[in-house]
């Protein structure tokens, strides 16, 4: 997954530049972004329930494949539509991939030390993706906008052949919990009042974060800040929240998540409220360095819910509800984002991202205040 998560980071810094270049309009660049979602969020939750049912492996295998042709794929399109089309293809690999890969370690998670494990294993996750707007800045600038898409081709290449020599074929049972089930509804497992509060709150903690992707290259643009420099930006953000997972995650099996989540969400949405205000490259990197510790201190408390709660209704059906939940909130962000660029200016699109942030806490504090998420 570090190796994937680089690959899908490298192009990050580059999307908005690379789509600006067939004349595309803050809505039409939400849209481009929002495909790659709107694709993964449709299907995570119907490849992550069949994957209760059979070998998860193979969902990865065939993801990992799919993922590195589709890389390719940016480099003859010659349109909006089809740097769309393409987008959306990512989006239906991705969805066989990520979501998959985290309900195989929740199988392994012993009890009460879900945030352990689940921390330790988002460090593959923010790291390779933290990593990857750094080499896609450093790419793009020596290298032009095209390297980036071989850059992410070769990264999904190794992580195939990694998964083919080194994953376990065998499917892996939940040493924790009850075999997975899969008779129970989505809509039956949302309806729970322990995972309702948890699908607003990752739908929101995820609309602030595709803000940051898909428009901090232009905020950045509209300080004279180079690409590279916002590559680093971006890079910092993800690598410090990398570095604090296993720590937070312990943390999280020994105090109150619900705390830790809150907290965590604060910090972002102060982060993502001040940023068009920064000022500077350095003001940039500070309030990224923030939303960081804010991802640090939330996911692995949230996660290690979510694993507790996929005991009960099959892990690969509960996480892929709490994936949808975040490919909701990045769908709605571009959009709403391009919009709101293209009607107001780029610093609205941080200062609206702050509010929804901050509300998004307040109702998921009122949701679970009754809640036992300790």
Not at 32 to 39: A, C, E, K, L, R
Not at 101 to 106: E, H, P, R, W
Not at 124 to 147: K, M, Q, R
Not at 238 to 246: D, P, S, V
């Amino acid at each position: 997954m570090f190796s994937a998560m680089i690959g899908i980071g490298i192009i990050s810094p580059i999307m908005p530049i690379f789509a600006e270049k067939f004349g595309a309009s803050g809505i039409m660049l939400g849209l481009i972004f929002s495909g790659y979602t709107i694709s993964r969020t449709i299907m995570t939750p119907i490849f992550t329930r069949a994957s209760d049912r059979y070998n998860r492996t193979y969902f990865i295998y065939t993801g990992l494949l799919a993922y590195s042709i589709f890389s390719l794929l940016y480099i003859p399109a010659n349109s909006i539509l089809s740097v769309f089309l393409v987008r959306l293809a990512h989006g239906v690999a991705s969805a066989m991939v990520t979501p998959i890969s985290i309900a195989f370690i929740a199988d392994l998670a012993p009890k009460n030390k879900e945030g352990e494990y689940m921390g330790t294993f988002n460090i593959s996750l923010f790291a390779g993706f933290g990593i990857g707007p750094f080499i896609g800045g450093v790419l793009t600038d020596f290298g032009g906008l095209y390297s980036s898409f071989f850059g992410m081709f070769g990264l999904s290449m190794f992580a195939l052949t990694l998964s083919l020599l080194y994953l376990r074929k065998d499917k892996p049972k939940s040493i924790a919990g009850p075999t997975q089930r899969n008779s129970i509804s989505l809509l039956t497992i949302l309806r729970n009042k322990v995972m309702k509060a948890l699908f607003i709150y990752r739908t929101v903690r995820a609309f602030g974060i595709a803000g940051i992707l898909a428009f901090l290259p232009i905020l950045g643009e509209s300080m004279n800040i180079s690409i590279f420099s916002t590559g680093l930006v971006l890079s910092a953000n993800i690598i410090l929240g990398a570095l604090l997972q296993r720590f937070c995650g312990k943390l999280a099996d020994r105090y109150n998540k619900r705390m830790m989540m809150v907290v965590g969400s604060l910090l972002i949405s102060l982060a993502l409220f001040l940023m068009p205000d920064s000022g500077s490259f350095a003001g940039l990197l500070l309030l990224n360095m923030i939303m960081g510790i804010g991802s640090a201190i939330s996911m692995p408390a949230a996660t290690a819910v979510v694993v507790e709660q996929g005991r009960t209704f099959g892990m690969g059906s509960t996480i892929g509800l709490f994936s949808t939940a975040m490919g909701l909130g990045m769908v709605l962000s571009p959009t709403a984002s391009g919009i709101i660029m293209d009607l107001i200016n780029i610093s609205f699109v941080f200062y609206i991202s702050g509010i929804v942030s901050i509300i998004g806490t307040i109702v998921f504090i009122y949701l679970s205040h009754n809640m036992n998420l300790s």
